[in-house]
């Protein structure tokens, strides 16, 4: 069993920043993707980033350029540097984690960009 525990959202004016982390516990096998996805209010969960065990990333179009993911193997932690923020970005986000038996959900941060 995975423990996922979030951390880093809040209330944030435009064009400003925030990092969310996420660490990973419990008795698991080798931990392959890590990620961020969010859920914006009457829309359905849509992918932000992944970052495979090697480092190579993917990120959605609307981010691309402003928010950075990074992972500590060691650790278990995935972060999401997000800069340049746009009210559009508000959201709940999400970190996932899949090992190689199954998949992991954080259970949410809440992100809001507003002036």
């Known amino acids: 069993q995975v423990q996922l525990v979030e951390s880093g959202g809040g209330l944030v004016q435009p064009g400003g920043s925030l990092r969310l982390s996420c660490a990973a516990s419990?008795?698991?096998?080798?931990?392959?993707?890590m990620g961020w996805y969010r859920q914006a209010p009457g829309k359905q969960r849509e992918l932000v980033t992944t970052?495979?065990?090697?480092?190579?990333?993917n990120y959605a179009d609307s981010v691309k350029g402003r928010f950075t993911a990074s992972r500590d193997n060691a650790k278990n932690t995935v972060y999401l540097q997000m800069n340049s923020l746009k009210p559009e970005n508000t959201a709940v986000y999400y970190c996932?984690?899949?090992?190689?038996?199954?998949?992991?959900w954080g259970q949410g941060t809440q992100v809001t960009v507003s002036s």
């Open positions: 996932s984690v899949k090992t190689l038996v199954r998949g992991y």
């Open positions: 419990g008795s698991f096998s080798r931990i392959s993707a």
């Open positions: 970052i495979a065990s090697g480092g190579r990333t």
